[in-house]
T-cell receptor
Framework: EAGVTQFPSHSVIEKGQTVTLRCDPI?????LYWYRRVMGKEIKFLLH????????ESGMPNNRFLAERTGGTYSTLKVQPAELEDSGVYFC????????????FGQGTRLTVV | AQSVTQPDIHITVSEGASLELRCNYS??????LFWYVQSPGQGLQLLLK??????LVQGIKGFEAEFKRSQSSFNLRKPSVHWSDAAEYFC????????????FGRGTSLIVHP
């Protein structure tokens, strides 16, 4: 069974450009989460989808970030325009909608804004 | 709101030595508790989890963790560290009342000397 996959693994962009990160969850997982880790800090929650609906986007830093989950399958996270402080590792995770289950994480996308 | 503290940013041990990584949490009741590991270039991998029952939890790769309610702790241990254990370790908690959104600590980087 394929795990959570994220594309690209690395991205280097200039300040002001746009970047789109993609996450393919494990098949059948309705929960999908985005997290971000800025260098040396904790992994911070960004938002949570249940199928195609945003359940909680309280962690989104500002309106330059837009997340979508088309048809309840894969998800994209777009940063437009990117700023230097957006640099970090963006993790995606998915889980089943049931109790006593854990989230499975992708390998992350390392975003560097220069 | 729940929070997690991992007081040690870096831990250095010799190969073969024992290991204990500390994790303290703040939550009004007993949360779900997790330890994840991130090896270089890899995603977050679940080492072990505590939902209920026996407070000493066994995980993969020879790791174990003990939930101590009185100390609000969930420390990770391994009796004999291998060089391949060098990685970053994250403790996470999730409140039982809401949807599954784990809150992470800032991580502890483990360095293993030969």
């Amino acid at each position: 069974e394929a795990g959570v996959t994220q594309f690209p693994s690395h991205s280097v962009i200039e300040k002001g450009q746009t970047v789109t990160l993609r996450c393919d969850p494990i098949s059948g997982h309705d929960n999908l989460y985005w997290y971000r880790r800025v260098m040396g800090k904790e992994i911070k929650f960004l938002l949570h989808f249940v199928k195609e609906s945003k359940q909680d986007e309280s962690g989104m830093p500002n309106n330059r970030f837009l997340a979508e989950r088309t048809g309840g399958t894969y998800s994209t996270l777009k940063v437009q325009p990117a700023e230097l402080e957006d640099s970090g590792v963006y993790f995606c995770a998915s889980s089943q909608v049931s109790r006593n289950t854990e989230a499975f994480f992708g390998q992350g996308t390392r975003l560097t804004v220069v | 709101a729940q929070s997690v503290t991992q007081p040690d940013i870096h831990i250095t041990v010799s190969e073969g030595a024992s290991l204990e990584l500390r994790c303290n949490y703040s939550y009004g009741a007993t949360p779900y508790l997790f330890w994840y590991v991130q090896s270089p270039g890899q995603g977050l991998q679940l080492l072990l989890k505590y939902f209920s029952g026996d407070t000493l939890v066994q995980g993969i790769k020879g790791f174990e963790a003990e939930f101590k309610r009185s100390q609000s702790s969930f420390n990770l241990r391994k009796p004999s560290v291998h060089w391949s254990d060098a990685a970053e370790y994250f403790c996470a908690v999730e409140g039982r009342g809401g949807s599954y959104i784990p809150t992470f600590g800032r991580g502890t980087s483990l360095i293993v000397h030969p």
